[in-house]
């Protein structure tokens, strides 16, 4: 890519500057099919904060249509710790990270005959936002703590979890099924 003219520029760059120059894509790329992200409000005073993670009448999420909460877990992942992948047949599973923490969520579109099937998203929870991010059966997900303490997930899940074989939904890829550099910091 060359770098974009701007009738307002001011200075010049070198050859080998215009050669590389770029300009990063903002934009959003195409989510996978099922995953919702839910931004939250975050209500501040003068003693602290309050997030609504969600309200539940009868199990059921008035921001998550069709999810019924079965069970909430609380998860500790310690600095650098990449826990990946998992995935489940049955169970839906809604991520929170406190604002304070920063993770890097991986998903990848596992499902035969989904319109978005092989995709991939990566992006960060917390780092300073409150959002929950709904992953449908079938997605493999997985995280890496970025930060530099201790990294929390509080998660919701539709389907309570059991240990026994004949019961478990949980299975694992392993952590670099996509490869390694998933899980790099992206540079530039």
């Known amino acids: 890519m060359t770098a974009p003219s701007h009738p307002e520029a001011k200075v010049r760059i070198t050859d080998a500057a215009k050669a590389a120059f770029f300009v990063q894509d903002y934009a959003g790329k195409p989510p996978i099919d099922g995953v919702q992200i839910v931004e939250l409000k975050r209500f501040n005073d003068d003693g602290g904060a ?14 998550l249509p069709g999810f019924e909460c079965k069970q909430v877990n609380y998860s500790e992942m310690a600095p650098g710790v990449i826990k990946a992948f998992h995935m489940h047949f049955r169970q839906t599973d809604v991520w929170y990270v406190p604002p304070c923490d920063r993770l890097l ?16 998203m990566r992006f960060m929870l917390g780092d300073g936002k409150d959002r929950l991010v709904r992953i449908p059966p079938g997605v493999a997900h997985g995280a890496r703590n970025l930060g530099s303490a201790t990294g929390r997930i509080i998660y919701m899940v ?16 392993p952590w670099d099924h996509l490869g390694a550099d998933i899980w790099e910091v992206t540079r530039g």
Not at 50 to 63: K, P, S
Not at 105 to 120: A, I, K, N, W, Y
């Open 50 to 63: 309050i997030t609504e993670l969600g309200r539940l009448a009868a199990g059921m999420h008035g921001q």
């Open 105 to 120: 969520l991986v998903l990848h579109d596992c499902r035969v005959g989904s319109p978005t099937s092989g995709r991939s």
């Open 158 to 173: 539709d389907v309570q979890f059991s240990v026994a074989a004949n019961e478990c939904d949980e299975g694992r890829l």
